[in-house]
Each structure stands twice: as C-alpha cells, then as structure tokens.
C-alpha cells in the first residue's frame, strides 16, 4: 500500500519567496497533519485536518503560514513569504480516527 | 515541563546488546502509547503501538507502559546495526493530538 507522500522531498530557495509542500495522505484516513522538525524544537505540530476541515491550527507560528486541503486526498502548506528561520524538516501524517498516526518521508526545506 | 520527556542521548551500545528507552510522562488523561523510530532523512515509522498499561511484544521489541509511574519504555533484544536511529515515544489521550518526545538518538556498534 501507498503510505503517505510528500513532494518535493527538497527545497532550496530564497527569502521572500513563496515556498508550497504537497501532501497526499494515506487513502481512507480521514485525519491529515502537518508538522515541522527542527533540532532545537523536535516534532511541533502546525494544524490539522478532519474530513478536510481545519480543527487546530494554534501551532501555525505566523500568518506567513497557510495550509489548505481542497480534497481527502491532497492538502498544501504554504510559506509566503519565506524566511531563513523557516529552514526545517516539514513532515505530513495521516490516520483513521483515533489510531496513531503514519508519516511521509518529508520536505526539508532551506531557505537562504 | 513538556508533557512527555525524553533524554535525547545519545546512547551507544555494542551489538547483540539490550537496549532500554524510556520516557516520562505528566498527563494522567494518556490513554494511548506508541514508539516510533526514524531513520536519517526518513519519516518517523510507527514501531509500537499500545493501549493502557501493560507490556506488548513484537519481535526483538518489547513496549512497556507503567501508568501508575507514568512510564513508557521500549526493549530492544539482540540490538543490530540496523537498529540504529532516533526513537521517539508518543502518547495521545484518543483525541488526536499526539504529543511525541525530544526522541532518543541510537547507536548501535558491530
């Protein structure tokens, strides 16, 4: 079975450029995360998805930030407009209901 | 204090070792535990997956939770080069935010 995918798996551009990650999120889940790794902080949670309808997006860090998911099988997270503090490891997960949540491989993400 | 704490290590241990990961945990409201591992430059992969207290087995790994203590482990058997990676507990109360540790960085030596 497919597991969730992620594109681009890299991104290199410069500040002040508008930056866009694709998730498509396990067939049938109908929870879609988004998350971002840093060294310094680990795992944080950005915001989330039931049946495409944003519930929690206190982890968004600005309005520089904005997630979208037009459809349960693809949801976008944009960066506009970027800045070098953004550079991480972003991550999407997807699940069923109350079970555990399963990964793609993620984008990192370097913004100069 | 975080919700769920983790020492971040690393920990180095020759192979065929047994290895032990903990976490601590402040929220009494946890009902659910997992451990995942994650590879360099890899997603985190769910590993274990338990519910309540007790001990679940899987393989060479063994998952243990001790609620009473508010402790989650994970036992490694015959540890392997390839175990080497970064382990991450997890632990949500059956809404769906997971809160997930600092993950414990794993080295394991041939």
């Known amino acids: 079975d497919a597991g969730v995918i992620q594109s681009p798996r890299h991104e290199v551009t410069e500040m002040g450029q508008e930056v866009t990650l694709r998730c498509k999120p396990i067939?049938?889940?109908?929870?879609l995360f988004w998350y971002r790794q840093t060294m310094m902080r680990g795992l944080e949670l950005l915001i989330y998805?039931?049946?495409?309808?944003?519930?929690?997006d206190s982890g968004m860090p600005e309005d520089r930030f904005s997630a979208k998911m037009p459809n349960a099988s693809f949801s976008t997270l944009k960066i506009q407009p970027s800045e070098p503090r953004d550079s991480a490891v972003y991550f999407c997960a997807s699940s069923i209901g109350g079970q555990p949540q399963h990964f793609g491989d993620g984008t990192r993400l370097s913004i100069l | 204090q975080k919700e769920v704490e983790q020492d971040p290590g690393p920990l180095s241990v020759p192979e065929g070792a047994i290895v032990s990961l903990n976490c601590t945990y402040s929220n009494s409201a946890f009902q659910y535990f997992m451990w995942y591992r994650q590879y360099s430059r890899k997603g985190p992969e769910l590993l274990m997956y338990?519910?309540?207290?007790g001990n679940k087995e899987d393989g060479r790994f063994t998952a243990q939770v001790d609620k009473s203590s508010k402790y989650i482990s994970l036992f490694i058997r015959d540890s392997q080069p390839s175990d080497s990676a970064t382990y991450l507990c997890a632990s949500f109360t059956g809404g769906f935010k997971t809160i997930f540790g600092a993950g414990t960085r794993l080295f394991v030596k041939a």
């Open positions: 067939s049938g889940h109908d929870y």
């Open positions: 338990t519910y309540s207290s």
């Open positions: 998805f039931n049946n495409n309808v944003p519930i929690d």
